[in-house]
């Protein structure tokens, strides 16, 4: 059965099945440990039935956003999602209270009664007003960005339609395409302020009604932070400061110098090489007939992966108008079917797409055939994206096959902007954090604060004379600061390991590439640490962990020769 024939129908959340809502009761009064994993699978097989139609919704409405039956089922999941929330609340509850605690663990996996314990933290009844706001904020921010017409090259293009002309080689088309995106984003501000400033807010709001004093420990509860806290993140974020942030001036340096540049602003970092970033070669058909070679040749279960995902229509990649920015994968639990969404550009990103969310999607994949307990598919994101990111690695020697002559083109800024990423990630990561210990700020100094974190972060950026971005107001067009606080720094704890995972595979891919499908087979049974330890790696936010990696890195791209880049 394809995604298209699959069934839609809405599971209703207010009210939830009497006989689901008692089900918390009952598990506090079984009366074996055998009961309760009985009690515990009817509201398994509810919570799958629920997401897969929640996701499918989801899915259906950003594909359309002008679709307006799944509009207003996103609409209906986004206000009346906290009813199940409570009822989790409870059901987890009396699982960790329950007598038979240890049996349970030992069937579902410790890791599901740290991250209930957090969830925990992160939820109470009194909040479901303000949840119910924030979703529809969120919602809101999501649709202004999906809804962008911009004039441009005698077209009205989207934001990612808009990509390929930010990496133009002509450099008065790479700036004239970042001044309509900006300009766009400053003809929004005074709306995106005040979503924001709502959001703030409310999750503000959140925080106080729990017990905090800020939204920065409900964040991190929420990202079900089980094994390192804030000084942690801290930690982390200062290596990347102290051992990637002087890597990356000398890679810039060196691009500029390329290219050819003696005055660099900002819209000249998106061109790597001179005569034109690295492109695929073939239309989306193609790359996906090439895809599924690839997958092949990597072995019989990424074959059987890729076989499954593109006969039953699994993909949705191309940018259309009325379809939501950025590229996620979902899972629909009861088809157990990963579901990749994306818009491609033209761009080299479209590889990574095909890289990067088939890295999700896997993991998905062969969790919902490997685990019994809905829950043990449920990993924290920054376990996610290790497999995301290292994947991206892990096909370097296919890249051949979509870039041809360009393939070291490609290889070679693919791993320089790895690193470029882990200082933005950062930023964006702590200036989140500011914000929200001091949600009291004015949009004015929230983009003070925007530019004042990029002379740490990424020291050489000038934004120009570009509107709306030259005031700092970059940080509006990254949609995980409205949808996601918090988010984005398991995206570089994850990128630190991929490039482990990275050094590994050039000593030797085939001992890489077992970790890391023996990493994956235990991702829902672990905590981050204690994965990323069984590896075989240090953890990034452990003292020295970066900065190997960086020596490595640069050896590598310096092995390159870019002299006809």
């Not at 009822?87 to 209930?116: G, H, K, M, Q, Y």
């Not at 982390?236 to 540049?261: K, M, S, T, Y």
């Not at 602003?265 to 058909?285: F, H, M, Q, V």
Request: glycine fraction near 6%.
């Amino acid at each position: 059965m394809g995604f298209n024939e699959y069934q839609y129908k809405r599971v209703e959340l207010c009210p939830i099945d009497r006989e689901i809502l008692a089900l918390p009761e009952k598990i506090a009064a079984a009366k074996s440990a055998q009961e309760v994993l009985r009690l515990y699978k009817q509201y398994e097989d509810f919570r799958s039935r629920l997401y897969t139609m929640f996701c499918l919704a989801y899915i259906r409405y950003t594909i359309n956003t002008r679709d307006e039956f799944y509009a207003a089922e996103n609409e209906y999941y986004n206000m009346n999602m906290p009813h199940h929330e409570e009822l989790a609340s409870a059901v987890n509850a009396a699982l960790a209270d329950s007598p038979w605690r240890a049996e349970l663990e030992r069937e579902i996996s410790p890791v599901f009664f740290i991250n209930a314990g957090l969830k925990a933290q992160a939820f109470s009844p009194d909040i479901m007003e303000e949840l119910a706001q924030e979703s529809k904020l969120q919602t809101q921010y999501q649709k202004l960005m999906a809804g962008a017409r911009i004039p441009f090259d005698s077209k009205e293009l989207t934001l990612p339609q808009l990509t390929p002309y930010k990496e133009s080689p002509d450099r008065s088309v790479r700036k004239a395409a970042f001044e309509a995106e900006g300009g766009f984003l400053e003809k929004h501000c005074d709306e995106l302020d005040e979503i924001y400033d709502r959001l703030v807010k409310v999750r503000t709001e959140i925080a106080h009604k729990l017990g905090q004093d800020n939204f920065v420990p409900v964040g991190y509860a929420r990202r079900m932070r089980n094994c390192y806290g804030q000084k942690d993140v801290a930690a982390f974020r200062a290596q990347v400061v102290r051992d990637i942030v002087p890597v990356n001036n000398e890679l810039l340096r060196r691009q500029h110098e390329r290219n050819g540049i003696s005055a660099p602003t900002a819209y000249d970092r998106t061109l790597i090489c001179k005569t034109g970033n690295a492109a695929p070669k073939d239309s989306p058909e193609v790359i996906f007939r090439k895809g599924a070679q690839m997958y092949r040749a990597m072995g019989s279960k990424t074959d059987e992966f890729f076989t499954f995902m593109t006969e039953n229509g699994l993909f949705d990649v191309l940018s259309k108008d009325g379809k939501a920015n950025g590229g996620y994968c979902e899972m629909l639990p009861d088809y157990k079917a990963p579901f990749v969404f994306a818009n491609f550009n033209g761009t080299s990103g479209d590889i990574e797409v095909l890289t990067h969310e088939c890295g999700h999607a896997l993991e998905g994949y062969l969790s919902a055939r490997r685990y019994p307990h809905f829950e043990q598919t449920n990993i924290t994101m920054d376990i996610a994206e290790i497999h995301s990111m290292s994947m991206e690695f892990f096909t370097y020697p296919y890249m051949k096959e979509f870039f041809g002559e360009d393939t070291d083109k490609f290889i070679y800024a693919h791993l320089a902007e790895a690193l470029k990423f882990l200082p933005y990630g950062c930023m964006v990561d702590h200036f989140q954090e500011l914000v929200y210990t001091k949600p009291g700020m004015t949009p004015p100094q929230r983009r003070e604060l925007w530019l004042e974190l990029e002379k740490i972060y990424r020291p050489d950026m000038d934004w120009a004379d570009i509107p709306h971005y030259r005031t700092g107001g970059w940080w509006q067009r990254q949609l995980h600061i409205f949808m996601d606080p918090f988010y984005y720094i398991d995206y570089c704890l994850a990128q630190s390991v991929a490039l482990m995972f990275w050094e590994a595979a050039q000593k030797d891919y085939g001992e890489a590439w077992e970790r890391y499908m023996t990493l994956m087979s235990k991702s829902g049974t672990l905590t981050f640490n204690e994965l990323v330890r069984s590896a075989g790696f240090p953890l990034p936010m452990e003292e020295g962990a970066l900065s190997g990696i960086a020596r490595s890195a640069m050896s590598f791209l310096d092995s390159i020769d870019t002299s006809k880049f």
